[in-house]
């Protein structure tokens, strides 16, 4: 050890890393910029509540001035405990890119662009054809402008998976000599004097609350109350609303017989739409974002998804829309056809290809 | 998307800095009515539209100060950093030692091509710094000597190097009875020249601000100061975020953008005027309640019988019977003092503003005949209140409220011109009178095809 003052780096530098392994949220200027001795304190409550066994870590004093064989022995412990970098790295994982959804949910749910109004015979006002162009022209521009967006913010995405790409070399550095990390610390636990475990005198650390802040809480549980009871009341509304609109129903004949007729619709209905969907008759889709995992092993969770399966399913629904696709097409050829005979003497030319 | 200002000679930095603050201070303001969530994503969008973040937090805006002399610029960039919410940036201004007399000609062929290398790339630089970026929100007078040169040049070398990005000029009309003898020569040069380069022109008279200022917000002593601070709230409640058309979970991106596809498509129709109701000054403000169906005929009332503000409007103005055919109902509104508009924006800020009903402003009668309501008339309403106005309501207008002041001026500055007053001035620095009856044609077209909605 070289001095005071490298030993002030060494194990500053060892609470900072601590702070940043153990602390909950991922990296950010925030925490980054707290004192060294706040940083100290909420290492040794955090470990503490881990269950760390060595009190002279406890005993440490929290400006940095000693401790970092101790320090050293408290990381191996964490090490060894559970997968640490691992854990890190999928903290601070870049998730664009690395996952897609699975359902059509949110595109079936949307109405889609507005069919076009199409006006009935009269003179065209020459001003409203150029209305019309200038918003087509404005449309372009914009199109153009998110063209640019994209492209910064390519760039910005390069920029972050190139870092992520370092942080996982580093760990693969790290796997490499791992072998020299534990036999140089079993030397140096070797070096320390055994402790006597004392339980009860094992001080307690307060967690670090800050001062200001307390009145951003109380306003967030009075909101939270407040949207409880509102919610309370709407719900009871509804349902007196509802029992008030159905307590009639559900008793007479008729009544059973429309129950049965709707049920057979709809039966009929989900079945043609079970024909349509699930040809292979795979389990039901889950909804939100999958994340794309490569296995060796080919093993598969309940909740995982195999990509064969998924693009099997896609191509069926691919198969289905594109019937669809071709049916209104159809359509329309007949629709023009029909306004084509009803318009003697004009010419219509249809586009090429297709 | 963000939007770069361009801040011009003392009116456009005067405004410019009232515009900022008061966008920030909405964007702060704990009275907006909705959850905290609502209220950070509101000021998450205002934040990236008109402000970048430095390390330390501190909101820098996204503007360039142009001026020829220091002493506004100085002046702005003190009063900003004073208010320690949020400061400029320190390269992004423009001056030089001596102004230019409120000579048009000189801003323009002088001042312009001489410095035009030096602004170009301090506005290059502020664009860069947008991650997305959709254009130029650029404050000038019309009539003054160097804003309005200089602007007009400007305007076109953004027109030449930006010719995608969008580019709104927000212009003073000066007062009628204005000081600088040649503001009429200057207006009209300033008007024809940015209706070639500039994708919408956002006029604002001074003769009716000053009027809001006295009868509305009974200010003794009018300072431009106070002029400016209206401005700035008309314009914070146009550009203030708004939710999107497709759902109203996530603020619209390209306000500019959304705006001018509304209202300017047309390329001889480009001129909008605002609206805002209600004013008052903040006293009176507390003991004020309003109903949005009040607000809303008001504002229909104002739009339709061309006034400037809420008081004096002239109730007898009624649209005419729809179903005319559109050459005699033409004559009719004329003999009506009837507004005709091409197309209306209305954006609705505050409480219960989902149940404010619009009916009023779709009436086809209102519209010329090439257009029709479902696509001349659109309406944003957004929860988040703006400013301390627990319902505000402001319309951006394109229709015939500007004719008659344009015609107005366009005289005037004819008359000037048919006895050759003053041209020296102008000649003397390469503007020929060849420019100014080019100003006047393209002018008096501007106002024959408004005239003949």
């Given at each position: ?144 402008s998110s063209q640019q967006e994209q492209c910064a913010l390519l760039s910005k995405l390069l920029r972050t998976l190139e870092r992520e790409n370092q942080r996982l070399e580093a760990v693969l550095a790290w796997r490499r000599s791992e072998l020299v990390f534990w036999r140089w610390m079993d030397t140096v636990l070797g070096t320390c004097a055994p402790e006597v475990p004392a339980a009860a005198s094992q001080p307690t650390f307060l967690p670090w609350v800050p001062e200001r802040g307390g009145g951003e809480l ?137 | ?453």
């Open positions: 050890m070289s001095g005071q003052r490298g030993d002030w780096v060494q194990t500053s530098a060892l609470w900072q890393l601590l702070f940043r392994v153990l602390s909950p949220l991922p990296a950010g200027n925030a925490l980054a910029s707290l004192a060294l001795e706040v940083q100290a304190r909420l290492v040794k409550s955090a470990l503490c509540s881990q269950g760390y066994p060595r009190l002279a870590l406890a005993q440490l004093p929290e400006d940095g001035s000693q401790g970092s064989r101790e320090l050293l022995l408290a990381l191996s412990w964490l090490l060894a405990r559970g997968p640490v970098p691992e854990q890190m790295l999928a903290q601070a994982r870049v998730p664009l890119g690395d996952e897609m959804t699975v359902c059509q949910c949110e595109a079936l749910a949307s109405p889609g662009p507005p069919a076009p109004h199409m006006e009935a015979e009269g003179p065209v006002d020459v001003r409203h054809v150029q209305w019309l162009m200038g918003k087509l022209r404005f449309r372009w521009r914009q199109l153009v109380d306003l967030a549980v009075r909101e939270l109350q407040a949207l409880e009871e509102e919610l309370q009341e709407a719900v009871e509304r509804r349902r007196v609303a509802w029992e008030a609109k159905a307590g009639g129903c559900g008793r007479g004949p008729e009544w059973s017989a429309a129950r049965r007729a709707s049920r057979e619709a709809v039966e009929k209905e989900l079945g043609a739409l079970q024909q349509c969907w699930e040809r292979d008759g795979g389990p039901a889709q889950p909804h939100g974002p999958h994340r794309l995992v490569r296995r060796e092993d080919g093993a598969a969770g309940d909740r995982d998804l195999r990509a064969a399966v998924v693009i099997r399913t896609l191509r069926s629904q691919e198969a289905c829309l594109e019937a669809v696709l071709r049916r209104l097409q159809g359509q329309c050829r007949q629709e023009l056809a029909r306004l084509v005979g009803a318009l003697p003497g004009l010419i219509w030319i249809p586009p090429p290809g297709r | 998307m963000s939007i770069v200002t361009v801040q011009l000679g003392q009116c456009g930095n005067q405004i410019g800095f009232e515009v900022f603050d008061a966008l920030l201070s909405d964007s702060h303001s704990s009275q907006g009515l909705c959850s905290m969530r609502e209220n950070e994503a509101y000021q998450a969008s205002c934040k990236e539209r008109f402000f970048s973040e430095e390390e330390n937090g501190v909101p820098i805006a996204r503007a360039v100060l142009v001026d020829m002399e220091p002493k506004v610029i100085n002046q702005t960039l003190s009063k900003a950093a004073q208010s320690g919410q949020w400061k400029y940036g320190q390269h992004a201004c423009f001056c030089q030692k001596q102004g230019s007399g409120n000579n048009w000609a000189y801003g323009y062929s002088v001042h312009g091509p001489r410095h035009e290398e030096s602004i170009m790339n301090i506005i290059r630089k502020e664009v860069e710094k947008c991650d997305s970026f959709s254009g130029f929100f650029i404050i000038m007078s019309m009539a003054g000597g160097t804003g309005s040169g200089l602007g007009a040049f400007v305007t076109q070398n953004l027109e030449d190097q930006y010719s995608n990005s969008l580019k709104m000029n927000q212009i003073i009309w000066p007062y009628g009875t204005g000081e600088v003898i040649v503001q009429n020569y200057n207006s009209i040069l300033t008007l024809s020249h940015l209706y070639r380069s500039s994708d919408a022109l956002l006029l604002h008279e001074n003769d009716a601000i000053h009027k809001i200022c006295a009868k509305l917000m009974n200010i003794k002593q009018i300072s431009f100061s106070d002029i400016n601070q209206v401005l700035a709230h008309q314009l914070g409640s146009v550009f203030q975020p708004t939710y999107s058309a497709e759902s109203s979970f996530h603020y619209r991106r390209n306000p500019l953008g959304d705006l001018m596809e509304h209202l300017v498509p047309h390329p001889e129709f480009k001129m909008l005027s605002v609206r805002n109701i209600p004013h008052m000054s903040e006293n009176s403000l507390a003991y004020t309640t309003f109903t949005w169906a009040g607000l809303l005929k008001h504002l229909r009332q104002m739009l339709i019988s061309n006034a400037k503000m809420e008081e004096g409007i002239d109730r007898h103005v009624r649209p005419p019977l729809s179903g005319l055919p559109p050459l005699s109902k033409m004559s009719l509104n004329k003999d009506l003092h009837f507004n005709t508009s091409i197309a209306n924006l209305v954006i609705l800020r505050g409480k219960d503003v989902q149940s404010a009903d619009v009916e009023g402003f779709k009436d086809p009668a209102l519209y010329t005949s090439w257009l029709k309501p479902v696509n001349a008339f659109n309406v944003w309403k957004t929860q988040r209140a703006f400013s301390k106005y627990e319902k505000s309501a402001v319309l951006v207008s394109n229709s015939q409220f500007l004719v008659k002041p344009l015609d107005m001026i366009v005289g005037k500055a004819w008359n000037m011109f048919a006895s050759k007053a003053y041209i020296h001035q102008y000649t003397k620095f390469g503007i020929e009178e060849e420019d100014f009856l080019d100003s006047f044609t393209s002018l008096e077209q501007v106002v024959a095809s408004y005239c003949n909605l």
